[in-house]
C-alpha cells in the first residue's frame, strides 16, 4: 500500500468514526486531499526518476518533495492540463478538494459538512487516485513536467 | 457575466444532465477562494444522488460553456439533495 492509499483508508476511518463529529470529518476531507496530494508527487517523481532503485535517491526526494500545493489550481486550469480531456476531470477533483482543505483546516464556521458531503469528498479523492492509475504515458509525462517546471515561454 | 446571466447558461445544461436524478433547481453565488481568487459556486438542487464523475462532466461542460461568453472564473458544483441531515448538528463541539 502506498502512502497515499494509507491516507485515504485513514480519511475513509476517520469520516466512519467520526460521523457526527464536525472536527473528525473535518480531518477526513483534510486528510483525502493530502492523499491526492502525495499521489500526485509520487506520480510526477515515477515519471521523472523511474525505477525502484531511484526510490531511494536524495534526488528522488527532491523530485518528489518539488510539487507545490500553491501552483496546483492555476497549473490544472490552463494549458497544457485543461487541453486533456482525462487531466481536466483530474483537475476539477483535486482544485475542489484542495479548496475543502483550507475549509477543513481554517475556516471557523460550525456547519461545514454532512455525512454524506463527507463521504462525497472522500469519493472524490478515490476517483482522482483511480483517474491517475488510468493515465497513459504521455499524459503522465504532461501532468509531472507540468506541476513541477514553471513554463516560461 | 453576472449572476443572472451565467445562472441562464448553467441552468439548462444541469437540467439536462441531472434530469433523472430529479433536478429541482440551482443557486450560484460567487465567493473568494482560499487563493484570493473569485469563484463561482453552482449547487444543483437534486432528489437523487449523483456519481462524482458525473459532476465533473457537468462541470466541464459548465465551464466550456461560460469560457465561450467570455467567463473564466473558476465553477465549483455542489450537489444537495434534501436527506434532511444539517451539518454537523449532532456533534456538540464547538469550534
Keep these: ?153 | 457575466m453576472n449572476l443572472s446571466q451565467i445562472n441562464e447558461i448553467v441552468t439548462p445544461i444541469l437540467e439536462h444532465r441531472f434530469h433523472a436524478n430529479g433536478f429541482r433547481g440551482s443557486d450560484i453565488s460567487s465567493e473568494e477562494d482560499f487563493d484570493g481568487e473569485i469563484v463561482l459556486r453552482v449547487t444543483a438542487h437534486i432528489e437523487k444522488p449523483v456519481e462524482v464523475m458525473d459532476r465533473v462532466d457537468a462541470t466541464l461542460e459548465i465551464q466550456d460553456a461560460l469560457e465561450q461568453k467570455g467567463e473564466s472564473r473558476t465553477v465549483y458544483l455542489e450537489v444537495e439533495t434534501d436527506n434532511g441531515e444539517k451539518p454537523d448538528t449532532l456533534s456538540g463541539e464547538e469550534i
Excluded at chain 1, 496546483?72 to 494549458?79: I, Q
Excluded at chain 1, 482525462?86 to 475542489?96: A, H, N, P, S
Excluded at chain 1, 483550507?102 to 476517483?127: F, G, I, Q
Design chain 1, 1 to 153: 500500500m502506498t502512502m497515499a492509499e494509507r491516507l485515504l483508508w485513514l480519511a475513509e476511518k476517520t469520516a466512519e468514526m467520526g460521523a457526527y463529529s464536525l472536527t473528525l470529518k473535518r480531518r477526513a476531507v483534510s486528510t483525502a486531499y493530502y492523499a491526492v496530494f502525495h499521489a500526485l508527487a509520487s506520480l510526477c517523481a515515477n515519471e521523472l526518476l523511474p525505477g525502484e532503485r531511484a526510490k531511494d535517491s536524495k534526488e528522488y526526494e527532491r523530485v518528489y518533495r518539488a510539487l507545490e500545493h500553491g501552483s496546483l489550481k492555476h497549473e490544472f486550469t490552463k494549458s497544457p492540463l485543461k487541453d486533456h480531456r482525462r487531466l481536466r476531470e483530474i483537475g476539477v477533483l483535486v482544485v475542489k478538494l484542495q479548496s475543502e482543505r483550507h475549509n477543513s483546516d481554517y475556516m471557523p464556521t460550525r456547519r461545514l459538512y454532512t455525512k454524506k458531503t463527507c463521504a462525497e469528498h472522500l469519493a472524490s479523492a478515490k476517483l482522482v487516485m483511480t483517474l491517475l492509475d488510468t493515465l497513459n504515458e504521455e499524459e503522465r509525462r504532461v501532468l509531472a513536467v507540468s506541476l513541477l517546471f514553471k513554463n516560461r515561454a
